[in-house]
Each structure stands twice: as C-alpha cells, then as structure tokens.
C-alpha cells in the first residue's frame, strides 16, 4: 500500500485518521482552489495589461490634458473627461447615500425581530429580485416612470430654492438626480443582502447581555447590534459604491451625457462607463487610445475606492478590538 | 457485427462528405456591416433575398457607418453599408477596387413635444439651425413665432435632444446645418459627432430610440432623427423651410424632390446637403453600400450582383412604407450598371 497514513487498527473508530480517498480529494480540491485563485489573479493583470497597453500612446500624446480637460470634440482631436470623472463620482455618492439609508435599515427591520422569520424571508427574496432586472430596464423604467414623478418637485425646488447651488438649474428630462435615484435602486440589493447577513452573523447571546443589561429594543439595534456588525455593514456599502462607479447602461440613458461641471442635481452630466460604451463602437484608433486611457482612469478609481474602503474597515476592526 | 458497424461507419463518411461537398458547391454565405440608420430596410430585404435565393445567405451587422468601413478596410466582411460614403483616403487602401453604390435614401425630421401637442410647427432655416446652435433658447421666441402665428407657443425653455454615441445621422445633419448657416460651421463643423454647447438644456441620448423616447418624456423637447424612426413611434415633427424658402413636411414624396434636384455623378456618390427645389425636403441624404471590385470568388460576387438586382427592383417598393425614399428611376439604371464592376 502506497498510504501517506498509517492503516489505522479498527477502521470503523470515528477517530481514524483521513483515508487515502479523504487524502486525495483533499489534495485535488486544495490544487483546484488554488488554480482558480491563479486564474483570478492573472485574469485581472492581463486585463490592465492589456487596457494600459492600448491607452499607452494616447497617454503619451495627451498626458494629463485628458484628466483635467472638459472638452470632448473628437473633429478636433480635443479629449477631456474631468466632467465624466465628476458625474461618477458625484452619482455614485448620490446613490450611496440614499441606498446606503435605506438598505442598512432595511438590513435592520428584517433582522431584528420586527417581522416574522417567514415574512422576513419573503421580503428579503423580493429585495434580491431587484438584483435581477437587467440594466436596459432600469434605464427605460428611469426614463418613462422616475422622471415624470420627479419633474414637478424638482421644478419647486428651482423656483423656490434656486439659490441653493444643488437646485441651481430646471430639470429637462435625463440629468444627475434621476440617473442617481435609478442607480440607488440598483445598488440597493447588494446593500440590504451583505448587511443582513453581517447583522445575523452577530452571536446571539450579544443580544441577549444587552438585554439583559436592560436596554431598550432600539438601544440594543443601534448601540449593540449595528456597531458589533459595523464591519460587514461597511463592506456592503464599499461593494454598492463600486457596483455604481462601474453602472453603465442605465446611466447612459439616463445621465444625459453632457460635459457640464456643475452641483446641479437637475443639469445633464456624464460618467466615464456611460462616455465608454457610447464612443466605443465608431471610434476612430485615435480616440480608442483616449477611450483606454479613460477605462484605465475608472479602473483606477474603483480600485482605490475598494483599497480605501478595505483600510477603513481595517482600522474600524482594530479599533474594536 | 464488426463487419456490419464498419460498413456503417463507412456510410456515413460518404453521407457527410457528399453533403459537405454540395454544401461547399452552392451555399454562399455573405457578411455585411455598418450603418444602422438604413439597416431595418436592409435586414429585410437580406431576409427576403436569402429565403427567395436557394443557396445564398446574407447577414448584415447594424454597427454604425465608421464601425463598418473599419470593417470593410479589414476584410473581416464581404461588404459594408455607410451613410457618409468613404473617404478617399480610405478608398485608396483598397486595393481591390471600391465600388459604392447608393442602395436607398433617407429623411431626418426634428421631432418636438410641446404642452398641448400642436401639430404642424413651422421651423425657419435661421431658427432650426440656431435651436442647435443654443442660440434660439425659448420657444415663445419672436422668430419662432412669427412663422406659427397659428400656434399658442409656452414660455418654456427649449430642451435639445442630440445622439450621444457617434452616428451617421449626426453627420448628415451636421452637413446640412453647416451648409445652411455659416456660425453653425464655424462653431461645430460637421462630423459622426460634435461638440454641442455645454449647457444644461442640451442633452445626449443614445440611438435613435433613446432620442425618441427622451423627445417623448420632455415638455419643451426638439430632438434629429431618422423619418422612419418617426413614423413608427407616431411624434410630431417639423416642417421645415427648404433653400427656396418654402415648408415642407418631411415624407416621400418631398424626399423623391429633393434627391431628383441632385445629378448624380459618375462615381455614384451625391451630397444633398441643401437641395434646390420648392417642394424639396431640405435634410435628404442618400446611404450607400460598399463593395470590393475585384473579390477573388466569382461565386460570392455573382452572389452579390443578385443582392443588388433584388434591392434595386422588388426592395425599392417597399422602402416608402418602411420610411425610406424609393431612389429616382434614372440612378437605379445608374446603379445597375455600376453593380457590374462587382466581379
């Protein structure tokens, strides 16, 4: 016998030690994991690889003209995408600040015994639905159901509070505001399922000392139960920001991809996703370039949303140790 | 039983290479891409050819004009469709030959929406082209009203709806806008696109649906897009002043005006970017395919030469029910003549 492991005297002891079969799968599955890892990672730098290579010239000719210009006019070979790397962020903070409310508390009525489980489940499944509505949809749905319902306060608001710069112009139609109410939406699930699970993950018998210390049903949420799962919380909300930097679709129909700088909710902006998908099919070799440096920008930004995010709950972890 | 699944086998190889012989003898498969402004014609009509032609099948990829001269410069399709025809430089890469041949033409109509959906808005050539210009911002605009005098016009601002992804649609309107007023050319030129002015009443939608449907959801919006297009999704459009000062409400019949107001040349390519004529649609434009003239595959080019035919002759009689303009008489002779070359 070729065994690694001694043949145990009575193989039908429970504390036999792993067979030549547990030894092998164990092995393969370990070499598989691996593989994937491996292929993950190498999928990933042949992608910036390959991106980085192909925006190489453009960054060459253009330099930082291209992330601080905010003219766009391919006649003239004038690139500039500072208001695209505006409009994405600007949206998808927008969009992580309302879904950010509203999935976290979501997490917490679904979680914290307000409902029954059962009724909980079903309310959770309907939440993870949303996940699945493809993004085409979204943006029609943006555009013949949110921005009607959103036109007459918009245009109050510009009458009443103009003043204030974010009321600052009149709603046409596609613009920041319904581009970041739609993204939240979409968001929205990945939020409420990560922080649900990071709030059932909290160790039942938490609850029950801060109970039994005498607090409140609130007290125990907001003092106990969301600090103790802040962590995972933070995460949900790191993956929603870097799911709406990277939203394409429905933001190029939404967004009104025009090359303005503004706090404006109401004005038309642009996104860098939206400004790739869109320029992409008839570009020219010298506006790919430009395009690739622009796709490397993005990639950029969400990677350092990810790193900062990661650093953040890093401290936070250590800082409840 | 060896024997047997032996003599079996045997005649199934001979099956399979019979029928991949006749396959390879008949069956010409060619590929086109480009223009999307005139691919629901052309997929219909390569639909119809393909099932009426045993053997033949054509598929055509709608990817836009540039995408499909890119294409046809990298062999990578037997031919291409293009609303802006092809550049000499790029011709000159061809070494084959180029042969173009304008296959159909179309209108583009400025659609608009406007609080109680008065029909028949008149547009003067100086208002349109300056309503692109962002000069002419409100549509209770002296100008605008002095041509509707019939219209009750709102004192709301005028909302600019434009393509946001690059389209041949956006250069023959570019190309008229800067035929016809000379600030329009100074300040955007013409091209797939433009920069338009950045304020916050202009606004860039994708595809001719995502202009349409943006027009159709803004009170106040003027959008360009393709007549046909128009005509499906039932907006109101513009009737726009013509060179020789008069409104023409954009169909076929004032498209065939204007393309009959145009010779066209011996090398088959015409730009209407202002025709004369009283009853002519001012913004007409002819799109084109693009073929090799020497294909190496006297098969596929025959192929082609038929395609061409069926265009020409069942395929023209439907192109003004699908919002397209029958080409005049005389350039379909033109045409049949130049399909020759395709060998």
Redesign the interface.
Known sequence: MNTPFAIPDNPDSACRPPSTKDFLVDRAFRALARIGVVLILALVVALVFEVGRKALPGMEKHGFDVLFG???????G?YGILPAIWGTLYSALIALLIAGFFGVSMAIFLTQDFLPAKLAAVFRTIVELLAAIPSVVYG?WG??VV??AIRPLTAWLNSELGWIPFFG??L????LLPAALVLAIMILPTIAAVSQDALTSVPMKTKQAAYGMGTTHWEAILKVMVPAAATGIFGSLVLGLGRALGETMAL??LV?????I?L?L???ANTLA?LL???F????PNEVEVLMYAALVLMFITLLVNVLGSMIMLYAQRGNK | MIRLMKSAALAVAVSLSATSATFAAENVRLTGSGASFPAPIYLTWFKDFSKNTAGVTVDYQSKGSGAGVQDFLNKTVDFAASDSAMKDEDIAKVGEGVQMLPMTAGEIVLAYNLPGNPKGLKLSREVYSNIFLGKVTQWNDPQIVAANPDLKLPATPITVVVRADSSGTTAVFTKHLSAINPAFKEALGEGNTVNWPATDKFIKSPKNDGVTATVRQTPGAIGYIEYGFAKLAKVDFAQLENKAGKYVVPNAESGAEALAAVKMPESLVAWLPDPDGAKSYPITSYTWMLFRKDNGNPAKAKAMREMVEYSLTKGQQIADSMGYIPLPPSVVEQVRKASANIQ
Request: glycine share 10%.
């Open positions: 905010t003219v766009w006019d391919v006649n003239q004038k029609l555009i013949y921005i009607p112009s009149s046409s139609g596609p613009g190029a129909m009104g991809n025009a090359n303005t503004t404006s109401f004005a038309p939206a998908a869109l320029n099919p008839e570009a020219g």
